[in-house]
């Protein structure tokens, strides 16, 4: 009996062993699979000097074309904005997609509030020689772009703003993100790190649908998941840009700061003045947004001047995608293409 409890000792030991060792081998892996993944991300973007300090950037298409300033969501970054703003410009628009301030590469020390970060990219547009742009933002990058109208308008032609929390974010629940139905907060929590970030993309790569399902379940309503991932499959383009989109919060972790920093400033929101934004507005959002209880299209739509929404049926915050969704970046750049000059800045 003695000799078996030894043996049966030494098996669980060795088994021990190398359950070890995987999992060192695995961890180390994945260690060098991040950092590879970053050193890519930095060679894809530069960093530009600007009045406010350096910012991240990257730009597509033509210098002197039309310019499309893209502000991304949370978590995100440039790679997320610039597959946001290759799915809606024309071949002759010039897409300039930065990275926000606690996001990747651009400092958070350049833009702690959302008028500061609106700034920030005002700067940016100077160091690039753009006189004014388009901006497009989505989910916080939004209210940057709304805040963008209101301290720069004379650099903002016109104001995409794509699923725009209006509402303060629910209080959090534990000390987590977990219960707020907002996609951001549920990114964040869903995901608990690069590693999570990480299955998410792999995911992606052995069962795209799995992957799609797994998104779509922190931002579509229960009932819309089924018929949303459905139509990504049998969508090429919108295949590819959800393929984008997931790869954008991979690494989380120079991510994170900023979208701490965001999810912060959207339970505790400074007041927008949207009456004083004199540029033209289109709000676009999903009919089954889970965060619906907090994008409100109809405080922007009642008091700016110039501004009228859309609701995409089919979709969550993630306007793209649905079989009501086809549309959506048509009628992003009929109502860009149709946009006045800015007024001067007063």
Known sequence: MSKILRWTGRVLFAVGVIGLLACGLFLAWFSSQRDEELRAMELRSRMVTTSVGEIEVVTSGPDDGPAILVLHGTPGGYDQALAIGKSIAASEDLVVAPSRPG??????????LFSEQADAMAALLDSLNIPDAAIVGFGAGAIVGAEMGIRHPGRVRGLVMISPPTVPLPALVSGTFAGINYLGAQVMAGLGGDLGAFTVVRDWD???RKSTERVLSMDTTRDGVASTSEAIMDDPAQRELMQSLIKSVYPL????????????????????????????????????????????????????????????????????????????ARTIREFMQNLPPPLPAE
């Not at 990747?104 to 702690?112: A, E, M």
């Not at 409100?296 to 609701?311: L, N, R, W, Y």
């Open 206 to 208: 052995s069962d795209p």
């Open 253 to 328: 972790s120079p991510r994170e700061l900023g979208a701490r920093n965001d999810l912060l400033h959207l339970r505790h929101p400074q007041p927008i003045d949207f009456a004083s934004i004199n540029c033209p507005i289109l709000v676009l959002s999903g009919a089954l947004d889970q965060a619906r209880e907090v994008v409100k299209p109809a405080i922007i739509v009642d008091t700016a001047p110039d501004a009228k929404s859309e609701i995409i049926a089919g979709a969550g915050s993630l306007v793209w995608f649905g079989p009501g969704a086809s549309g959506v």
């Open 103 to 112: 996001y990747l590469r651009t400092p958070f020390v350049n833009g702690f």
